[in-house]
T-cell receptor, first 118, second 109 residues
Framework: GAVVSQHPSRVICKSGTSVKIECRSL??????MFWYRQFPKQSLMLMAT?????????EQGVEKDKFLINHASLTLSTLTVTSAHPEDSSFYIC??????????????FGPGTRLTVL | DAKTTQPTSMDCAEGRAANLPCNHS???????VYWYRQIHSQGPQYIIH???NNETNEMASLIITEDRKSSTLILPHATLRDTAVYYC??????????FGQGTRLTINP
């Protein structure tokens, strides 16, 4: 099956710093990638949809200036949490949709990145 | 908002079939039924999806009722590694996956 990787898997940073998380589709091209956030004991919440070569579409309530998304190629999307604060501590997960699955919508998820802001 | 209803939790004995129900009474004609699962502290894993016919793969079977208002995911021989939260999601191809609360399935030895 299609493989999606994330880096880093775990990051601890100080409040006020910025953190970049990478999401890569390893063996397929993905015109669309998605970023989710998951707090403990809660379900996944979609943050934004990232399309290669265009601006990301953010869900209501997600600050686009705080969560910068760049989808520069068909295999890489990055999420940068700017000026991170403790309330940004969460499990961040990306997914990628195969270009050939535009009709069925099948998505493959990365392993997640656990961010802890001190 | 999630368009599906699932039981909050279920238990199943190891080696037995696990049958996870999902109600999606407002499903549209072009929407697929997807099943994903999430093992603790990992990203979700795709299991199976279907439109109206029953589907089977190496992981599971998906049974969709004729009126498409409900479906059942069947894990034929559950193992301890199948303990996870199972999400039933309905979605048309170009839409976004919206996760509900899912069913927490516990496989007991």
């Amino acid at each position: 099956g299609a493989v999606v990787s994330q880096h880093p898997s775990r990051v601890i940073c100080k409040s006020g710093t910025s953190v970049k998380i990478e999401c890569r589709s390893l063996d397929f091209q993905a015109t669309t990638m998605f970023w989710y956030r998951q707090f403990p004991k809660q379900s996944l919440m979609l943050m934004a949809t990232s399309n290669e070569g265009s601006k990301a579409t953010y869900e209501q309530g997600v600050e686009k200036d705080k969560f910068l998304i760049n989808h520069a190629s068909l295999t890489l999307s990055t999420l940068t949490v700017t000026s991170a604060h403790p309330e940004d501590s969460s499990f961040y997960i990306c997914s990628a949709r195969l270009s050939s699955s535009i009709l069925t919508g099948e998505q493959f998820f990365g392993p997640g990145t656990r961010l802890t802001v001190l | 908002d999630a368009k599906t209803t699932q039981p909050t939790s279920m238990d199943c004995a190891e080696g037995r079939a696990a049958n996870l129900p999902c109600n999606h009474s407002t499903i549209s004609g072009n929407e697929y039924v997807y099943w994903y699962r999430q093992i603790h502290s990992q990203g979700p894993q795709y299991i199976i999806h279907g439109l109206k016919n029953n589907e089977t793969n190496e992981m599971a079977s998906l049974i969709i009722t004729e009126d498409r208002k409900s479906s059942t995911l069947i894990l034929p021989h559950a193992t301890l590694r199948d303990t996870a939260v199972y999400y039933c999601i309905v979605m048309a191809g170009a839409q976004k996956l919206v996760f509900g609360q899912g069913t927490r399935l516990t496989i007991n030895p």
